[in-house]
């Protein structure tokens, strides 16, 4: 069974930083797109940022600048590296990786961020 499993969540005063990492578990075949969302109380989950296989990558506009996505190589493995942070960045961040077999969604780590 294909599992996404996050980690690196928490608790961050406004202009520091946090690293969320996400894995996949159960299957060694790689994603074609790897993404993290982000979901706040009473709002649709939104795309944060997103790598494709080929490294192309895309960001919300609020983001751009200060959050970096990356990807290893060989396993599947992403991380979200987020600097500059502030109050408006608050809220459950989930991973998702896709393929063509396949479509994927980690637990959801919550991100806090206090001014």
């Known amino acids: 069974q294909v599992r996404m499993v996050e980690s690196g969540g928490g608790s961050v005063q406004a202009g520091g930083s946090l690293r969320l990492s996400c894995t996949a578990s159960?299957?060694?075949?790689?994603?074609?797109?790897m993404a993290w969302y982000r979901q706040i109380p009473g709002k649709q989950r939104e795309m944060v940022a997103l790598?494709?296989?080929?490294?192309?990558?895309n960001y919300d506009d609020s983001v751009q600048g200060r959050f970096t996505i990356s990807r290893e190589k060989v396993r599947s493995t992403f991380y979200l590296q987020m600097n500059s942070l502030k109050p408006e960045d608050s809220g459950v961040y989930y991973c998702?990786?896709?393929?063509?077999?396949?479509?994927?969604w980690g637990q959801g780590t919550q991100v806090t961020v206090s001014s």
């Open positions: 998702r990786q896709t393929a063509t077999w396949g479509d994927y």
């Open positions: 159960g299957t060694t075949l790689r994603f074609n797109i």
């Open positions: 790598i494709r296989d080929g490294g192309t990558v």
